[in-house]
């Protein structure tokens, strides 16, 4: 079991930047893969950025984010972040972040085991 707790969320200038981060409370942080996902008003939630459990491992993007996010990880402080840069109104939403036991297919809701209660993103134009 783990917990996670997401922070860092506001609201931002478009073109401007935030980082989220989310800290991981529970034993084997190190042996989750984690992803962010976002939910706007009235959507479904979607896949933003995932990480494979080692600091170095592959990292998957969303074509909307890719050049502008970046997800890193430090298992010595349990916990993961997701670098925002350039953005956009669009960007708009809750972010969550997740863990997953058997990350199969990063980009899915279902993959994913254990989720945050949401921090949230407000872009203004």
């Known amino acids: 079991q783990v917990q996670l707790v997401e922070s860092g969320g506001g609201l931002v200038q478009a073109g401007g930047s935030l980082r989220l981060s989310c800290a991981a409370s529970?034993?084997?942080?190190?042996?989750?893969?984690m992803g962010w996902f976002r939910q706007a008003p009235g959507k479904q939630r979607e896949f933003v950025a995932a990480i494979s459990r080692w600091s170095d491992g592959t990292t998957y993007y969303a074509d909307s984010v890719k050049g502008r996010f970046t997800i890193s990880r430090d298992n010595a402080k349990n916990t993961v972040y997701l670098q925002m840069n350039s953005l956009k109104p669009e960007d708009t939403a809750v972010y969550y972040c997740?863990?997953?036991?058997?990350?199969?297919?990063?980009?899915?809701?279902?993959?994913?085991?254990?989720w945050g209660q949401g921090t949230q993103v407000t872009v203004s134009s």
């Open positions: 529970g034993r084997a942080f190190s042996t989750y893969p």
């Open positions: 997740a863990a997953s036991k058997f990350l199969v297919t990063p980009m899915a809701v279902s993959a994913y085991d254990y």
